[in-house]
């Protein structure tokens, strides 16, 4: 299945996820803007990123990391989206402090994912494949951390949970989705010490997993 493929089918469960939320939700729903922006976010988060899909499970060194991380977040994604609209309805659609707040998180996220996806290029992949790099990348948001994709990942997701107030749901996403990335940083950086030896693990005493070295 083609990359493009992939992602047009990612897009359809969306709409299909937010047709549901609006079909069978509060009529007032539909006049919420919260959710829109929901919807252009996430529609740029599947865009700039490779194709992906939670039936495969990738090469035998990626050890099902894709996969976890997948279910994951779409998992907590999926909660916080019927906690807010089934059990919050209308005061999780309410502009307060705590949704600005979540807003600008899932926003810089975002930013920060899109332009590690960008920067990498060719040598992103959604599986562990450190064979796709022919060098180790230190430069652009890999320059500040190591996995900047992951991080900006993190915030994507947890400050969406957050932009949602959905209050139940946001301890889960605090706990699982860090332990799913964690589980796949230790697996890719073996790959990538076991492919670059020395260099990459230079690097890593030089620079930080997920936050700046001082």
Known sequence: MSASTKK???LIQMCMLYGLLLWFGPEALRAMPN???????????ILYQPGFSALESGPSQDRGTAAQILWTIQGTQLL????????RFPSSFEWTAFAWSGLVVMVAGLLVRTWSVIHLGA???WHIDPDAADEVITTGPFAVVRHPSYAGAFFLYVGAVVFLQA????????????????????????????????RYAEY????GAVFPKL
């Open 35 to 45: 959710l829109y922006v929901l919807v252009g976010v996430g529609t740029i988060a």
């Open 8 to 10: 047009a089918i990612s």
């Open 80 to 87: 916080a989206h019927l906690e807010a609209v089934f059990v």
């Open 204 to 207: 890593s005493r030089r620079v």
């Open 123 to 125: 040598a992103f992949t």
């Open 167 to 198: 209050w139940w749901t946001l301890p889960l996403a605090l706990i699982g989705i860090p332990i799913a990335f964690a589980r796949r940083i230790r697996w890719e950086e073996e790959a990538l010490l076991e492919r670059f030896g020395d």
